[in-house]
């Protein structure tokens, strides 16, 4: 580790939480030598992350520190905090599990840890885009969204062709079964064998399980699902064995997402 880089990187941690600080504070409440911490200053407010009031000689932040941030979103965030818990819900359950959020009229696979499940028979890459019908992350996030988002997401994907495509369902179809996925607390989808999906040919039966990630103020962040074998379990036994252990990993993201003021 580069001592002097983690050392500005706390102090600047430090400065964005508290405002200001003075040189001696600072190196009290990190634990870095004085001397250091004069250093570390003098090059943070010749590159322009802070200054110094000329009165009380505390130090600020400057605005150019959010160029640190840039390029950095809640999705991101939320990748960064949920790949734990994917990994440890697939270290339980044994199945693969998945992140996947809204994007547009689309879902982004952000992660998954087909790599890590023993059971796992398809492996996909992250970071490519689905559609947002014919699986179960995608209702499962727009169960979750306002009528009225749920109205534009549908028709768009009506008025440009697309939702032929993906069900024989309407509009109107689509959003009553919409309101029962957000009662239960789950969507669920089965998927035949024998035909292809994003360039792979399945040679199982799979269902997914997915159940959303949501915000104290009922911001939905996206969903957690696993997928699974449709013969090894019946539907009952997935609900039972899996929903408690997913839930309260997604307790465990939100909780964290809440804290770090995403």
Not at 18 to 34: T, V
Not at 40 to 57: A, C, N, S
Not at 134 to 153: M, V
Request: proline share 4%; hydrophobic share 40%; glycine share 6%.
């Amino acid at each position: 580790m580069i001592r002097s880089l983690s050392n500005g990187l706390e102090i600047l941690i430090f400065l964005n939480k508290r405002n200001s600080s003075s040189a001696g504070e600072l190196s009290k409440k990190l634990g870095i030598p004085r001397a250091t911490v004069y250093r570390i200053l003098g090059t943070l407010e010749e590159k322009g992350f802070v200054y110094k009031h000329p009165d009380d000689h505390r130090y600020h932040i400057k605005p150019k520190v959010k160029a640190l941030s840039e390029g950095y979103s809640e999705d991101d965030q939320l990748t960064t905090i949920t790949r734990p818990h994917l990994l440890h819900v697939t270290k339980i359950l044994r199945w693969p599990v998945a992140l996947a959020v809204k994007s547009g009229v689309e879902l982004i696979l952000r992660d998954n840890t087909d790599k890590a499940s023993p059971l796992a028979i398809e492996h996909f890459s992250s970071g490519y885009n689905v559609p947002i019908l014919g699986n179960a992350s995608g209702p499962c996030i727009l169960a979750n969204l306002s009528l009225i988002e749920q109205r534009d997401i549908l028709n768009v994907l009506r008025d440009t062709g697309r939702l032929v495509d993906l069900t024989t369902q309407s509009v109107e179809e689509i959003i009553k079964s919409l309101k029962i996925i957000k009662k239960q607390g789950y969507s669920i989808h089965k998927r035949e064998r024998n035909k292809s999906y994003v360039g792979y040919m399945r040679i199982s039966n799979l269902t997914s399980l997915s159940i959303p990630i949501i915000k104290k103020n009922n911001n939905i962040l996206g969903a957690m699902t696993i997928r699974y074998a449709t013969s090894a379990l019946t539907k009952e036994k997935a609900l039972n064995d899996f929903i408690p252990v997913m839930a309260e990993a997604v307790s465990k993201v939100v909780e964290q997402m809440e804290n770090e003021n995403f």
